[in-house]
């Protein structure tokens, strides 16, 4: 039972463009979700968080959104660029799970010059 | 400012064998953890440890055993390995309600 899922394997888009990458997740106890990007052969990097209490949170061009009633989240890169090309991976967590994460099985975002 | 580190990067085992595969991190973190990559299945949780001796398990735990007998460092044994354990391991640690950070991941095959 896939309680995270990333339903795109793969998107393209080009240098400058945004990047819309989708996650949904079926856990109610879900309150806490994180974005992670990562590079081949090195390890996930964090990237922008967001709690349930909120809707959105900004970092720069990266930009989380989450819709609760939907359980969905999307993260957001404006404007793209070249070195955003990696594999990102939705994770979430719930409260009083000693921080444990339940990872999507990413999708892998290619930026065109 | 080393942050998470695994030991070994790569491995081959025959069936059979046992290793172990460490993990140390700097940042003194209460929590730490061992996930493994598989193609088109992302992360997975083999166990977990939310301090100095303690471990529980996580989704994936069979075949695996783990010790933390000090707060910085986290063991994953692997007793007689199979093929079915050829993966990707990546080790974590992160305190209360903040991210997780990864190490760099041991590319373990097994034959």
């Known amino acids: 039972d896939q309680q995270v899922k990333q339903n795109s394997p793969s998107l393209s888009v080009q240098e400058g463009r945004i990047s819309i990458l989708n996650c949904d997740y079926t856990?109610?106890?879900?309150?806490?979700f994180l974005w992670y990007k990562k590079y081949p052969a090195e390890g996930p990097t964090f990237l922008i968080s967001?709690?349930?209490?909120?809707d959105k949170n900004e970092d720069g061009r990266f930009t989380v959104f989450l819709n609760k009633s939907a359980k969905h989240l999307s993260l957001h890169i404006v404007p793209s660029q070249p070195g955003d090309s990696a594999v990102y991976f939705c994770a979430a967590s719930a409260a009083g799970t000693a921080s444990k994460l339940t990872f999507g099985t990413g999708t892998r975002l290619q930026v065109t010059l | 400012n080393a942050g998470v580190t695994q030991t070994p990067k790569f491995r081959v085992l025959k069936t059979g064998q046992s290793m172990t595969l460490l993990c140390a991190q700097d940042?003194?973190?209460?929590?730490m953890y061992w996930y493994r990559q598989d193609p088109g299945m992302g992360l997975r949780l083999i166990h977990y440890s939310v301090g100095e001796g303690t471990t529980a398990k996580g989704e994936v735990p069979d075949g695996y055993n783990v010790s933390r007998l000090k707060k910085q460092n986290f063991l994953l044994g692997l007793e007689s390995a199979a093929p079915s354990q050829t993966s990707v391991y990546f080790c974590?640690?992160?305190?209360?309600?903040?991210?997780?950070?990864f190490g760099q991941g041991t590319r373990l095959t097994v034959v």
């Open positions: 967001i709690s349930s209490i909120k």
């Open positions: 856990n109610s106890m879900f309150d806490y």
């Open positions: 974590a640690s992160s305190s209360m309600n903040t991210e997780a950070f």
């Open positions: 940042m003194n973190h209460e929590y």
